[in-house]
T-cell receptor, first 114, second 115 residues
Framework: NAGVTQTPKFQVLKTGQSMTLQCAQD?????MSWYRQDPGMGLRLIHY???????DQGEVPNGYNVSRSTTEDFPLRLLSAAPSQTSVYFC?????????????FGAGTRLSVL | AQTVTQSQPEMSVQEAETVTLSCTYD???????LFWYKQPPSRQMILVIR??????QNATENRFSVNFQKAAKSFSLKISDSQLGDAAMYFC????????????FGEGTQLTVNP
């Protein structure tokens, strides 16, 4: 019973490098999202998707791209990493976009950009 | 836009005692849910409890209960009989009728449990 799986768990990048954070869920959830967690700021929404082929921006989308080609996967791409993107990233999924739904979180990816 | 505020960056409690974590929010929506999430050192986000705005009765899950004051827009979490395993960062979160599953989180409260 995997739930939401994020890879990698840790990553160190140099400024300007690109990378993709992977997120996969096996619960057939329609809704998936990415958050970043910074000290003293809680979690902030980066991008979200209400279904395959549909994505939209959250509160802090700049510097990140997403796509949703399948129900299961929702990768987050950093095209040119910056030190300001040093953070812990969480992927989450829920049954659909409804308010009442419980969101299931991955274990997070700690990213450092030097 | 909705906002969620946790005014206590850090709290501490003695084992077996009771502690209350505060959360206030601002919204103009009438249909919404409020959540408390626990984040232990493992970093995993764990749902502790949730409250639907239309329900007057405060939610309870074992040793965890909330005091939901809708008019005051307050949503505090009470932990009874605190255990060492309760030590974690606690986040209050809001999900409304327009935002749906797009949660707005508070800044978090770091809870320490002293033996």
């Amino acid at each position: 019973n995997a739930g939401v799986t994020q890879t990698p768990k840790f990553q160190v990048l140099k400024t300007g490098q690109s990378m993709t954070l992977q997120c996969a869920q096996d619960m057939n959830h329609e809704y998936m999202s990415w958050y970043r967690q910074d000290p003293g700021m809680g979690l902030r929404l980066i991008h979200y998707s209400v279904g395959a082929g549909i994505t939209d921006q959250g509160e802090v989308p700049n510097g990140y791209n997403v796509s949703r080609s399948t129900t299961e996967d929702f990768p987050l791409r950093l095209l040119s990493a910056a030190p300001s993107q040093t953070s812990v990233y969480f992927c989450a999924s829920s049954f659909d976009r409804g308010t009442k739904n419980i969101q299931y979180f991955g274990a997070g990816t700690r990213l450092s950009v030097l | 836009a909705q906002t969620v505020t946790q005014s206590q960056p850090e709290m501490s409690v003695q084992e077996a005692e009771t502690v209350t974590l505060s959360c206030t929010y601002d919204t103009s929506e009438s249909d919404y849910y409020l959540f408390w999430y626990k984040q232990p050192p493992s970093r995993q986000m764990i749902l502790v409890i949730r409250q639907e705005a239309y329900k007057q009765q405060n939610a309870t899950e074992n040793r965890f209960s909330v005091n939901f004051q809708k008019a005051a827009k307050s949503f505090s979490l009470k932990i009874s009989d605190s255990q060492l395993g309760d030590a974690a960062m606690y986040f209050c979160a809001y999900g409304g009728e327009t935002s749906g599953s797009r949660l707005t989180f508070g800044e978090g409260t770091q809870l320490t449990v002293n033996p």
